[in-house]
């Protein structure tokens, strides 16, 4: 079961800010939030991660809220080749089967 | 190219037979990790190795999976007696772990597409 809530889908126009937000209620002291992006056939890629305030690096920036109960992924601009599956995750430092990938979220980008 | 390599990358298969799969993973990562993946769905994980050692298996894991990492570098996932449901992609990823902390990045290979005809 995924320890974490986002949106199944969003569209977006090419040159415009992308944000998707991820709810994790249950998330613990330890635990870290990781966003993928997969494409078609291919494996995820990790985006960022972080786990208090916000983090940015050369692709994307991560929110989260004192609380911590969720977060916001901001794709800056984003154009054609950002549309992908975005997964959100919240976990330790073990990758285990409490390290649960669900659905994602579906952007599509338009021109 | 020194990412995470999966072999095959594709594999057509009758139901009922066995079937292997081989995962490389980037040469200094100590932790293995397998998932499938089926159409709409998010990667579903399988198992992981920390070096040689297999240290957890998914609870859903059928016993007709197993996997190895004899040496801890490569590793193989094997499918016996194959079902319908068995088709799916066969995700791989590795990471290195050095304890406690911000969680090191995993990276993942192409997977391997798993037709049970």
């Known amino acids: 079961l995924a320890k974490t809530t986002q949106p199944i889908s969003m569209d977006s126009y090419e040159g415009q800010e992308v944000n998707i937000t991820c709810s994790h209620n249950?998330?613990?002291?330890?635990?870290?939030i990781t966003w993928y992006q997969q494409f078609p056939s291919q494996g995820p890629r990790f985006i960022i991660q972080?786990?208090?305030t916000k983090v940015t690096n050369e692709v994307a920036s991560l929110f989260i809220p004192a609380d911590r109960k969720s977060s916001t992924l901001s794709l800056p601009r984003v154009s054609l080749s950002d549309t992908a599956v975005y997964y959100c995750?919240?976990?330790?430092?073990?990758?285990?089967?409490?390290?649960?990938f669900g659905p994602g979220t579906r952007l599509s980008v338009l021109p | 190219d020194t990412g995470v390599s999966q072999d095959p990358r594709h594999k057509i298969t009758k139901r009922g037979q066995n079937v292997t799969f081989r995962c490389d993973p980037i040469?200094?990562?100590?932790?293995l990790y397998w998932y499938r993946q089926t159409l709409g769905q998010g990667p579903e994980f399988l198992t992981y190795?920390?070096?040689?050692?297999?240290?957890?298996k998914s609870r859903l894991l059928s016993d007709r999976f197993s996997a190895e990492r004899p040496k801890g570098s490569f590793s193989t996932l094997e499918i016996q007696r194959t079902e319908q449901g068995d088709s799916a992609m066969y995700l791989c990823?590795?990471?290195?772990?050095?304890?406690?902390?911000?969680?090191?990045?995993?990276?993942f290979g192409p997977g391997t597409r798993l037709l049970v005809l």
């Open positions: 990823a590795s990471t290195r772990y050095i304890g406690r902390g911000p969680q090191e990045t995993q990276y």
């Open positions: 249950n998330i613990a002291t330890n635990d870290y």
């Open positions: 972080g786990y208090k």
């Open positions: 995750l919240v976990g330790d430092d073990n990758y285990g089967q409490n390290f649960v």
């Open positions: 040469s200094e990562h100590n932790r």
């Open positions: 190795f920390q070096n040689e050692a297999q240290l957890e």
